[in-house]
């Protein structure tokens, strides 16, 4: 089996777009919450977002005439990639069929298919854009950057809701893990905050509806009371090891295991004893051959939903055991806000940094203690901590869980 390294990255998130911001407002606990200013939401409960304002496609070194031909949530994956791709090294001697891009969305071109069918309401089908499929559909983000990179080889996207980044990225390692290419460019990009995506959420009751930006999204904290919606893209190189030193790539992680299943429980509530998530976990250690208590940290799904965080520890305690107890959790959510398909990206690649540098992140805005999530969060600021082993974990609607457990490199 081949090892599989994380050897470069680029993301677009409310918090920086690009890689070193975001992971610098991370560890700072900054977040990106604010009231909603895309459109008008008069007509909703639900008053502020993690948006990424005034985006500026050009301003990222997208092509403007391109740029207008893609929904806003390819347009962040297409800037995110071109971060990567310029801080990946010299790809110039790769084989393009053993080259890969597995990205994928939750929902896709939401704000296009709107805008496109408000259009078609008000003036006719003749006046609907002729771009409207491949803006809509879920897979454009990852075909793009395959044009985009001259990438070649597997190229699909996987949707499963919020668990869309970490299968995507998850799938890649086993691509590379068991032969079949050498690299693949994996993650997620979302970009759904419109007046129709918040109704549907809105209604669903899944959403906060505070309006205090420092207590929006305090996953954990007793007063918890909905997520935050966010956008935006996060998305990894995954190399093969041997491939990635002949070429002299940097290395930030590596990826030691992986784990996916399903609560097969109910579409939108996660499984109350944790059986589903935990098992995801323990896959993941199973696949890299190591004891529950060689992991230091896990970066929770962590929504800031009433459910999910007492099922998510539920989780940690059927995975971990006593171990739960001497190892820390905390949500980046906290200060993302919830990127949907494009969290498991963003997330991943804030367990490579924390692995990297030696932080944990913070669970950030955390004040009220719950007697049902009973770990260590840590809610006191970003954390000094050599550990070799990191979760990052994502779950989704229909019951999907996603592990992914990253390593410290070492060489």
Known sequence: ?????????????????????????????????????????????VKCAAEIKDWDPAAMGLNKKEARRMDRYTQFAMAAAKELMEHAGDLSGIDPFRAGVIVGSGIGGFDTTVSEHAKFMEKGPDRVSVFLVPMMISNMAAGQIAIEYGFKGDNFSIVTACSTGGNCIGEAYRKIKHGYLDLVIAGGAEAAINEFAIAGFQNMNTLTKSTDCDR????????????????????????????????????????????????AHHITGPSPDGEGAGHAMINAMAEAGIA???????????????????????????????????????????????????????EAIITAFALKDGILPPTAGYRVPDEDCDLDYVTEGARKADIQYAISNSMGFGGHNASLLLKKFEG
């Open 1 to 45: 089996m081949k090892r599989v390294v994380i050897t470069s990255a680029g993301a677009v998130t409310p918090v920086g777009l690009n890689t070193q911001t975001l992971w610098e407002s991370i560890v700072q606990g900054r977040h990106g919450f604010a009231p909603i200013t895309s459109f008008d939401a008069s007509r909703l409960e």
């Open 216 to 263: 929006l999204s305090i996953p954990f904290d007793k007063e918890r009371s909905g997520f935050v919606m966010g956008e935006g893209a996060g998305l990894v190189l995954l190399e093969e090891y041997e491939h990635a030193k002949r070429r002299g790539a940097r290395v930030i992680a590596e990826v030691a295991g992986y784990g996916a299943t399903d609560d």
């Open 292 to 346: 529950p208590g060689q992991v230091g940290y896990i970066n929770a799904h962590g929504t800031s939903t009433p459910l999910n965080e007492k099922c998510e520890t539920a989780a940690v305690k059927y995975a971990f055991g006593d171990h739960a107890y001497h190892l820390a959790v905390s949500s980046t959510k906290s200060m993302t806000g919830h990127m949907l398909g494009a969290a498991g990206g963003v």
